[in-house]
């Protein structure tokens, strides 16, 4: 899956972006961040 197709279906479930820190995109919903990795089916991303 690439990035655009991972923003789009995470935008489409009520997440939406709030900033980028290098590689990592950091998503908000009802108030809260969250750190969204396109890389968790592969590995493990850990919360910020």
């Not at 279906?9 to 709030?18: A, L, Q, R, Y």
């Amino acid at each position: 899956m690439k990035y655009t197709e991972f923003h789009r279906k995470i935008v489409s479930h009520g997440w939406k972006f709030s900033h980028a820190e290098g590689s990592h995109r950091f998503y908000k919903k009802e108030g809260k961040h969250r750190l969204l990795c396109l890389t968790m089916a592969r590995r493990r991303c850990q919360n910020h």
